[in-house]
């Protein structure tokens, strides 16, 4: 039990990159170096992770947990990889709360917008690539990504999307039109905040919440900005960069939004809500999902899953995109970190390097 929290711990300090680089970093400890699992073992793992809402890269660290402590160690693995990046995200909230509305602040975070923007961008092309495996698949994406513009609602797109496409991959007659799924979402008045209320929309989109941790982003800005009011885009915007500069799992950022619209108790519910889903379903799934892998009916399924994520997020890019790119500095900025991400330089060191220019550019 020592020796998996201190290795979870070292990845929740230094698991820097995204999911895919988490999880990169999680195989070369528990397959190569340690020898837990194999590497079949390994891959059967994190196509079942794929089957299940939440963020993958943590849920792969409960997998670890669990196949070599049970319940325990689930536990001890899971807040040993999360905490780390909570508590830096905490930090950077209340310095965000207590000197965001500083001009060096609003400098700072005018040069890291256009690199989130990039980096939303990049990720969304290479999921994209996996996710479109055919032209049908592709416009399920497109058609998702219109209907998110249009205001519908992002979890009956989501799993709308995925009945559609199982129907259509394993009954191609007699198909129950998906569109009666696919309700607007209604333009409301700000709903006054609650922390009950702030605790029980996070468990939601833990609970429903498949592909890239850029997805979240998708959801907060539905819930959050459009139905309840409770956030501003230019606030979205800023969770994400702080998401991007702290290691650990990106779904983090629900710690940043928690905090500054509830304080520390918000910042903790926040972050149960959105984790909780992941432990629950891994504990209760772990012994027998991955067998569901080579079901047509599920396979079927997670590509709709897939591809939907991937519209949400083109969505969601688009719009942050508008908000974020608005003068020649801003697009020079995104197009510099274009560049330097083809030499695989890490997003931390991108996300600090368009702080420095923001601060450079005021300067001026």
Same mark, same amino acid.
Not at 55 to 81: D, I, K, Q, Y
């Given at each position: 039990?020592? +020796? ?8 929740? @300090?230094?698991? @820097? ?5 988490? #999880?990169?970093? *999680?195989?070369? +400890? ?8 194999? +590497?079949?073992? @390994? ?7 794929? &089957? ?14 669990? =196949? ?14 999360? !905490?780390?990046? /909570? ?50 698949? $592709?416009?399920?994406?497109? $058609?998702?990504?219109?209907?998110? *513009? &249009? ?15 199982? *129907? ?24 006054? @905040? ?10 939601? #989109? ?47 950022? /629900? ?11 918000? !910042? ?12 629950? =379903?891994?504990?209760?799934? /772990? ?7 080579? !079901? ?8 709709? %899953? ?5 519209? =949400? ?11 974020? *790119? %608005?003068?020649?500095?801003? #697009?020079? #900025? ?31």
């Amino acid at each position: 039990m020592r +020796e998996l929290a201190t290795l979870c711990l070292q990845l929740g @300090f230094t698991a @820097f990159g995204g999911p895919a680089a988490h #999880i990169a970093m *999680l195989r070369d +400890e528990v397959v190569t170096r340690r020898g837990w699992l194999t +590497e079949q073992h @390994f891959l059967d793992l994190l196509g079942a992770t794929n &089957l299940i809402p939440g963020p993958n890269s943590t849920e792969m660290v409960l997998h670890v947990g669990f =196949l070599r402590r049970g319940w325990p160690g689930l536990l001890v693995a899971g807040l040993c990889f999360i !905490s780390p990046a /909570a508590l830096a995200v905490l930090a950077l909230a209340w310095l965000y709360q207590s000197y965001g509305s500083l001009p060096q602040a609003a400098w700072l975070l005018y040069g890291v917008k256009p690199v989130v923007i990039v980096l939303i961008l990049q990720a969304l092309w290479l999921l994209g690539r996996t996710a479109a495996r055919s032209a049908w698949l $592709a416009a399920v994406g497109a $058609a998702v990504f219109a209907l998110y *513009l &249009l205001g519908f609602n992002e979890i009956a797109l989501l799993f709308g999307a995925a009945l559609l496409v199982t *129907l259509v991959a394993n009954a191609r007659g007699g198909l129950p039109p998906a569109a009666a799924l696919l309700a607007p979402l209604s333009i409301l008045p700000a709903v006054p @905040f609650t922390l009950s209320g702030l605790f029980w929309t996070f468990l939601k #989109i833990g609970t429903v919440l498949y592909g890239s941790g850029y997805v979240l982003f998708a959801f907060i800005q539905a819930e959050f900005v459009t139905r309840l009011g409770w956030l501003s885009e230019q606030q979205l915007i800023d969770a994400i960069a702080v998401g991007q500069l702290t290691p650990g799992p990106l779904f983090t950022s /629900a710690t940043f939004v928690g905090y500054l619209l509830g304080g520390l108790p918000g !910042s903790l519910l926040a972050t149960v809500g959105i984790f909780l889903p992941s432990f629950l =379903l891994v504990g209760l799934t /772990a012994r027998w999902l991955p067998r569901l892998r080579q !079901s047509a009916w599920a396979a079927a399924f997670l590509d709709g %899953v897939n591809i939907a994520s991937v519209g =949400l997020m083109a969505a969601v890019a688009w719009q942050l995109g508008a908000a974020a *790119l %608005v003068d020649l500095p801003t #697009i020079l #900025i995104a197009i510099l970190t274009a560049v330097l991400l083809r030499y695989k330089v890490n997003s931390a060191w991108l996300v600090l390097g368009g702080a420095l220019a923001g601060l450079l550019i005021s300067l001026l």
